[in-house]
């Protein structure tokens, strides 16, 4: 039986009960994600968030105000600007690097709160920006652990990075340039994916991929026509559950580094219950991360005041180091950055992740 991908409906994902006292205050939080698959693991993080929140029968209600992104460069990043006007405290979202460091200006600009669950990007969290949390790891971390693997358990010394010519592909590729030459591999070649047929050498040992899991798909099955059986290790948008399916028996093998989680958490089994349900398929790469930056935004703000975004950045930051959370405690420096991220490195197997010791 083939696997479907379940429609992508945003504002579906997003309702919840609302359950709150009478007479409450609002806090308005935008919510915003392109309409690739990562979004449903946005929504649906988000909206788990709100409900356990709700269940506890707060004080104020809860306003979700949802905005479409765009996944093309080249518009002008709309979306911050119709949050901003619908007067959000904060925004959790904007998943793409591209629309993440056109938003988060505006944010600053405005002092809104904003909450990253998704951006690798290291310029997200330059010092000017005093309002934003970086829900996620940095795209340094994400390189340094990419190349870790290809050296020390592959031990490729060859290696070809294919990557998409956007901000997210162009940043990761040269980092990965970067820690590969800083650890000795001196062999590194690198190729723009764009659809044409690629020269990969017969002595390549390994492949390193810095793009959209989307494009990431059609690699795989170029690289399965071709019968390229080098090992292909892919960044953590990989890390969705539509990319087994996109990419058939061609993903098969291939190995994704992106976010961990601790599965003997007490919670974890009911949280992966109650996402199956929602979503439809299992949690991805920021699923976790947008209901930890969700939880923890809702208590901050419920403890500062929502208008008070300085105060409410800096109450998120204590409060995660003192959370044991389905992926640890949470340790943020002073521009943001959570410094103790934890990486994972999965196979696809008969088309379901498989978590690498």
């Not at 994902?13 to 806090?27: A, F, G, S, V, Y």
């Not at 939080?29 to 690739?36: A, I, K």
């Not at 699923?287 to 929502?306: C, D, P, Q, W």
């Amino acid at each position: 039986m083939c696997k479907s991908i379940p429609p992508l409906q945003p504002l579906k994902l997003l309702e919840t009960e609302k359950r709150c006292k009478p007479n409450r205050d609002t806090i308005r939080v935008g919510v915003s994600g392109n309409l690739g698959g990562h979004t449903r693991e946005l929504c649906t993080g988000f909206a788990l968030a709100v409900e356990d929140w709700m269940a506890t029968f707060p004080s104020f209600s809860v306003e979700v105000i949802w905005q479409e992104d765009q996944l093309d460069e080249s518009a002008p990043g709309l979306a911050a600007d119709c949050l901003i006007q619908q007067q959000v405290h904060a925004v959790i979202g904007h998943l793409s690097s591209t629309e993440a460091l056109k938003a988060v200006k505006r944010y600053q600009e405005k002092q809104i709160a904003f909450l990253a669950p998704a951006t690798s990007h290291p310029m997200l969290t330059y010092p000017m920006y005093k309002h934003v949390l970086r829900f996620y790891g940095r795209d340094e971390g994400l390189a340094n652990r990419m190349v870790c693997f290809v050296s020390q358990s592959l031990g490729a010394k060859r290696v070809l990075i294919i990557k998409e010519g956007i901000q997210y592909g162009q940043s990761l590729s040269a980092l990965l340039q970067h820690r590969l030459k800083q650890i000795g591999v001196q062999d590194v070649q690198e190729t723009v994916w764009d659809g044409d047929p690629i020269d990969i050498s017969e002595d390549i040992e390994a492949i390193l991929y810095a793009g959209r899991y989307q494009v990431g798909s059609q690699v795989l099955r170029w690289l399965n026509q071709q019968k390229v059986t080098k090992p292909v290790i892919m960044g953590d948008d990989a890390y969705i559950a539509e990319l087994p399916i996109l990419a058939g028996e061609a993903g098969e093998k291939t190995y994704v580094v992106s976010t961990d989680h601790d599965p003997l958490h007490p919670d974890f089994p009911a949280f992966l219950q109650r996402y199956q349900s929602r979503a439809g398929l299992k949690p991805g790469a920021y699923s976790i991360t947008s209901y930890l930056a969700t939880k923890l935004y809702l208590k901050a703000a419920a403890e500062v005041g929502a208008e008070n975004t300085h105060a409410v950045i800096s109450r998120i930051s204590l409060n995660a180091m003192h959370n044991h959370s389905l992926m640890g405690k949470l340790l943020f420096d002073s521009h943001g950055n959570w410094m103790n991220f934890p990486w994972a490195v999965y196979q696809i197997r008969n088309g379901e992740f498989v978590k690498l010791k």
